[in-house]
Every structure is written in structure tokens, then in C-alpha cells.
């Protein structure tokens, strides 16, 4: 019973994991799941080209203003058709001011660079602010043209098809750890079985072997026993006479008194003097 019932969990959960999996994965999705995530997050992106032109001890700057979204990204290409080295600053507008009057300020590391004459840069954003790509021009003492193409990218919430995911992934594990747990139980019982039938199987030897042994100690003594006795002679049996009401009846029987004699002369008397010697009794 046991056995059974071990075939039937694995057989049941073999079935619902891929009742789950043909259910929930689409067709055609990608095996990896970072892949599959990233095909079904939502983001706007929005793709733009300018030529800048900036004068000597000048700047220019583009202006990202990001409101809607979770997250945002900007990618951009920087140029110089020239050739001659201008810095780059990605910085908000609070540190744009300071920059401008000459002030220290704070800009993003992964969108600034010094003395280049081309770049790519990728700034990930997670607060909504006015942000500006802050070109100088302080290292020429002529105009330059900058060729700037850049991408913005505002990310939204995991849309409904995506929700289905992280259950689905919490479902097969524990699916899959119940497999497991199932099928080293199965190995278990079913080495467990042929030690359980040798031991049945000694145990009912021994025990027809003990019978076998008693029951020809038995035929013995029941040989022995019949040799030695000896054929009983039947003795008559006493016959119970029912009493008489005369037998039950007592009898009474009267006293007769015995005869006295002489302590002197050894005759008998009947009196308490001797009447034959005179002497007392």
C-alpha cells in the first residue's frame, strides 16, 4: 500500500509540473529568465540627433526632463567634429547653477568626462529632476561642432503578463523539491523490502523447523508413555445402600454398673465393707 501510494505522489506531481509549465511559459519564450524579463518590462524611448555649437570659454547644454516613470536611462554618443577636446557634465539643476557661477558642484560620474573628443555614455536615473548634458568649450580658442545622438529610455512596471513569473518559479521549486523528496522515499522503501521478506522468510523457516522438532519430541514421549503403562484392573465399584429409619434412629443403651471386689481378699462386694473380711472397700 505504501508502495502505491509512493507511485501515485510522483505520478501526481510529474502531471501538475507540466500541467504548470505547458500553462504558463509561451511558446517561443526564451530559456533564460532574465531574458524573458527583460522582453516583458515596458519602457518609452525616445531618440534624438543635434548639432551643437559652442564658443570659445562657452557652453551648451541639453535639457532631460524626467517626471513619468520608475526609472530611466540615457544613452548618448558626443562628437567633436574638430577633434578638440571639450569636458562633459551630467548634472541636475541645482548643481547646473553652481557649475555656471564657477561654484563646486556634483554631477553623475558615469555621464562626465574631461578632454574628449568622443564618447558614449550611459546614466541610469531613478529620481524625477531636471537633468542637463553640460558641454564646455574652455580648452580652444575656437568654435567647435558638436554632433550629439542620444536616446531616452523611462521604464514602468512589469506589465500583467509578466506578474505570472515569480509564482510560477516559486510553483516549480517547490514541485521540483517534492519530486525529490518522493522519489528517495520510493529508493527507500524499496530497499527496505527485500530485507523485510529474507527476515519473514528466516523467521517462518525457524519456526517450521521448531515445530517439526516438538512434534517429534511429542511422537516420542507418547511412544515412551504407552510402553510403560500398564493395563488398569477394574475394581468393583461400591454400591451406596440407602440407610433405614431405624439405623438413622440413635440408640440409647443403659449403663450396668461393673462389679467391685476386695482390695484384701479379692471377693466380690457390694458394699462398702468386705463381707468376707470385714475390711473397708
Given at each position: 500500500?505504501?508502495?502505491?501510494?509512493?507511485?501515485?505522489?510522483?505520478?501526481?506531481?510529474?502531471?501538475?509540473?507540466?500541467?504548470?509549465?505547458?500553462?504558463?511559459?509561451?511558446?517561443?519564450?526564451?530559456?533564460?529568465?532574465?531574458?524573458?524579463?527583460?522582453?516583458?518590462?515596458?519602457?518609452?524611448?525616445?531618440?534624438?540627433?543635434?548639432?551643437?555649437?559652442?564658443?570659445?570659454?562657452?557652453?551648451?547644454?541639453?535639457?532631460?526632463?524626467?517626471?513619468?516613470?520608475?526609472?530611466?536611462?540615457?544613452?548618448?554618443?558626443?562628437?567633436?567634429k574638430e577633434t578638440?577636446?571639450?569636458?562633459?557634465?551630467?548634472?541636475?539643476e541645482d548643481h547646473?547653477?553652481?557649475?555656471?557661477?564657477?561654484?563646486?558642484?556634483?554631477?553623475?560620474?558615469?555621464?562626465?568626462?574631461?578632454?574628449?573628443?568622443?564618447?558614449?555614455?550611459?546614466?541610469?536615473?531613478?529620481?524625477?529632476?531636471?537633468?542637463?548634458?553640460?558641454?564646455?568649450?574652455?580648452?580652444?580658442?575656437?568654435?567647435?561642432?558638436?554632433?550629439?545622438?542620444?536616446?531616452?529610455?523611462?521604464?514602468?512596471?512589469?506589465?500583467?503578463?509578466?506578474?505570472?513569473?515569480?509564482?510560477?518559479?516559486?510553483?516549480?521549486?517547490?514541485?521540483?523539491?517534492?519530486?525529490?523528496?518522493?522519489?528517495?522515499?520510493?529508493?527507500?522503501?524499496?530497499?527496505?523490502?527485500?530485507?523485510?521478506?529474507?527476515?519473514?522468510?528466516?523467521?517462518?523457516?525457524?519456526?517450521?523447523?521448531?515445530?517439526?522438532?516438538?512434534?517429534?519430541?511429542?511422537?516420542?514421549?507418547?511412544?515412551?508413555?504407552?510402553?510403560?503403562?500398564?493395563?488398569?484392573?477394574?475394581?468393583?465399584?461400591?454400591?451406596?445402600?440407602?440407610p433405614s429409619k431405624?439405623?438413622?434412629?440413635?440408640?440409647?443403651?443403659?449403663?450396668?454398673?461393673?462389679?467391685?471386689?476386695?482390695?484384701?481378699?479379692?471377693?466380690?462386694?457390694?458394699?462398702?465393707?468386705?463381707?468376707?473380711?470385714?475390711?473397708?472397700?
Amino acid at each position: 500500500m505504501k508502495k502505491f501510494r509512493c507511485r501515485f505522489s510522483l505520478m501526481l506531481c510529474f502531471i501538475l509540473l507540466v500541467i504548470f509549465l505547458g500553462c504558463n511559459l509561451p511558446l517561443g519564450s526564451t530559456p533564460y529568465l532574465l531574458e524573458t524579463v527583460a522582453d516583458h518590462r515596458e519602457f518609452e524611448v525616445d531618440k534624438f540627433e543635434e548639432n551643437i555649437t559652442i564658443s570659445p570659454n562657452g557652453l551648451q547644454s541639453i535639457d532631460f526632463n524626467l517626471q513619468e516613470g520608475e526609472e530611466f536611462e540615457i544613452i548618448f554618443t558626443l562628437q567633436v567634429k574638430e577633434t578638440l577636446p571639450i569636458d562633459v557634465w551630467f548634472v541636475n539643476e541645482d548643481h547646473y547653477l553652481l557649475l555656471v557661477n564657477g561654484a563646486q558642484f556634483l554631477f553623475f560620474i558615469d555621464g562626465s568626462e574631461q578632454e574628449v573628443t568622443y564618447t558614449k555614455k550611459i546614466v541610469t536615473l531613478t529620481e524625477h529632476d531636471l537633468y542637463k548634458l553640460v558641454m564646455t568649450n574652455y580648452y580652444n580658442n575656437q568654435t567647435v561642432e558638436v554632433n550629439v545622438i542620444y536616446e531616452i529610455r523611462a521604464y514602468y512596471a512589469y506589465s500583467g503578463e509578466t506578474s505570472y513569473l515569480y509564482p510560477l518559479l516559486f510553483a516549480i521549486v517547490i514541485l521540483v523539491v517534492l519530486v525529490i523528496v518522493l522519489f528517495i522515499k520510493y529508493r527507500g522503501l524499496k530497499q527496505a523490502e527485500p530485507k523485510v521478506s529474507k527476515k519473514t522468510s528466516s523467521k517462518k523457516g525457524k519456526t517450521h523447523k521448531a515445530k517439526k522438532a516438538e512434534s517429534k519430541i511429542n511422537e516420542k514421549a507418547l511412544s515412551k508413555k504407552a510402553k510403560t503403562r500398564k493395563p488398569k484392573k477394574e475394581e468393583p465399584k461400591a454400591v451406596e445402600i440407602a440407610p433405614s429409619k431405624e439405623a438413622v434412629e440413635p440408640r440409647v443403651f443403659e449403663k450396668t454398673p461393673s462389679p467391685r471386689f476386695c482390695g484384701h481378699c479379692g471377693k466380690p462386694v457390694d458394699t462398702p465393707y468386705c463381707k468376707h473380711c470385714g475390711r473397708k472397700v
